[in-house]
C-alpha cells in the first residue's frame, strides 16, 4: 500500500496488546480505525484511546468465532466509512499443556479464535478488499506458525493454519488481474501483552469441566504455578507491542509478506527447514513457548 492517510483499517483483538498498539499506529498515520473485540470494557477503552490522537474511530463489539459477528462487523465498517482498505485478523488466544492432558475444549477454543477467526475475517472482508484501488491484508500467527514447539499443539496448529492460508492467499491475489490486495503474516515472538490470561475471555461452555480437569494439574498445582509464573516473566520481557505494530505498518507499505519481528527466532526456523530438507527428524533447539 502506498498510502496509510485516510484509509478504512479494522482491526480484531483490538482492545489490548498487538491489536491495540496496530490500532494506535493506524491512528498516528492518521487513518480510520475500526476496533473489534469481544470484551467490552477492553475494546471501549482502546476506542477513546484511539480517538484521543483526532482519528475518526468506531468499536464494535465482536465475536471473531461467531461469522454473523464478523459479518456485521463488515456491514458496520462500510455503512460508518464507507470502504475498507486494510484488515488486521489479529485476534488470537493461546493455552499450554501437553498433548497428553489436551482436553477437546482446549482444542476447540484456541483453534476457534485463532484459526476461524482469520478464516471469518477473510471471507466476510475479501470481496471489500478487492474492489478497493488498494489494500492490504495482515493475518497475525506467531514464530509458532513456522516451528512447532511442544506443549503449545492447539497454539501450533492453529498458527501453522494462518501461515498456510496467508501464504495461499498471496499467490492468489498475485495472479488475480482484478485485484491490488497486498498480504502479509506477522509471526512475533514473545510480545508483552495480556495473552498470559487469555482464558479471561474463554466461553463458558469452552471451559474445562472439573470432572475432566486433566490429572497432571490437579496432581502438581506447584508445577502449573511454576509453569505460568515463568510464562507471565518471559510476556514481561517481550518486544514492546508498539514496536510490532510500526514492523506492521513498515511491511504493509513495502507490500513485505513475511513480517518476522523477532529476527533472533530465523535460527531455530531454518534448522527446522534444514531438517525437512534434509528428511531427517526434527530436532529442538526453541525455547519459546516453553
Ligand atoms: N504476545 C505474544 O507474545 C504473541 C506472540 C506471537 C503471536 N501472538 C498473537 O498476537 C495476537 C494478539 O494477541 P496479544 O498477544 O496482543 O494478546 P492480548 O490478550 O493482549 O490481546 C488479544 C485480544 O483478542 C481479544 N479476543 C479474544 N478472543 C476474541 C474473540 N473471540 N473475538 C474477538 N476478540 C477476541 C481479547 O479480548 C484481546 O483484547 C494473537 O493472535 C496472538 O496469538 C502473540
Known sequence: MKQIEDR??????AGSGIGKALAMGFAREHANVVLADVQEDALEAAVSDVRA???QAIGVLTDVTDSDSVARLSSLTLDHFGAVHILCNNAGVGGGGFIKNQQ???WKWVIDVSLWGVIHGIHHFLPELMKAEESHVVSTASVAGLMAVPGLAPYNAAKY??????ETLHHEMERDPDSDVGVSVLCPGTVRTNIATAQRNRPDELKRSKKNVDLAETRAP?????RNAAIAAMLEGGMDPDHVAQKVIDAMIDNQFWILSHPQHLEEINHRNQELANLENPT???TFGE
Do not use: N, P, W
Open 104 to 106: 477437546l475444549v482446549d
Open 284 to 286: 529442538l533447539i526453541s
Open 53 to 55: 490522537t483526532g482519528a
Open 8 to 13: 478504512v483499517a479494522v482491526v480484531t483483538g
Open 222 to 226: 506447584e508445577e502449573a504455578r511454576k
Open 161 to 166: 493454519g494462518v501461515v498456510a492460508i496467508m
